[in-house]
């Protein structure tokens, strides 16, 4: 199983951008499929963004797309999450997660599809 710690949270007006990290301990991270959720106050967890083992393959949520980036460093146990153009309804705990299947070559959208996740990170876009 993998270890996940996320980062890089944080406050921002809307139209700023930032990076969230999120770091993974054990060797199963690099054949993990990798995603990014959001849960806003009030709201169930919704799917943002994810990225096969290898990063060959990868979507994002229609709400996010060409705002966006998932992208990974298996040499760093990393996979990030770049935003831009945020918008006050970006707002919410983004959590990263490992997907139950190694070496993979779907992209899973389902947080039931994932079995390792990290503790979140707040973000807030104010306008």
């Known amino acids: 199983q993998v270890q996940l710690v996320d980062s890089g949270g944080g406050s921002v007006q809307a139209g700023g951008s930032l990076r969230l990290s999120c770091a993974a301990s054990?060797?199963?991270?690099?054949?993990?499929?990798m995603g990014w959720f959001r849960q806003a106050p009030g709201k169930e967890r919704e799917f943002v963004a994810a990225i096969t083992w290898s990063g060959g393959d990868l979507d994002h949520a229609d709400s996010v797309k060409g705002r966006f980036t998932i992208s990974r460093d298996n040499a760093k146990n990393t996979v990030y999450l770049q935003m831009n153009s945020l918008k006050p309804e970006d707002t919410a705990v983004y959590y990263c997660?490992?997907?139950?299947?190694?070496?993979?070559?779907?992209?899973?959208?389902?947080?039931?599809?994932?079995?390792?996740w990290g503790q979140g990170t707040q973000v807030t876009v104010s306008s």
């Open positions: 054990g060797r199963a991270f690099s054949s993990s499929g």
């Open positions: 997660a490992a997907s139950l299947v190694p070496y993979s070559l779907r992209v899973y959208y389902t947080a039931r599809e994932y079995n390792s």
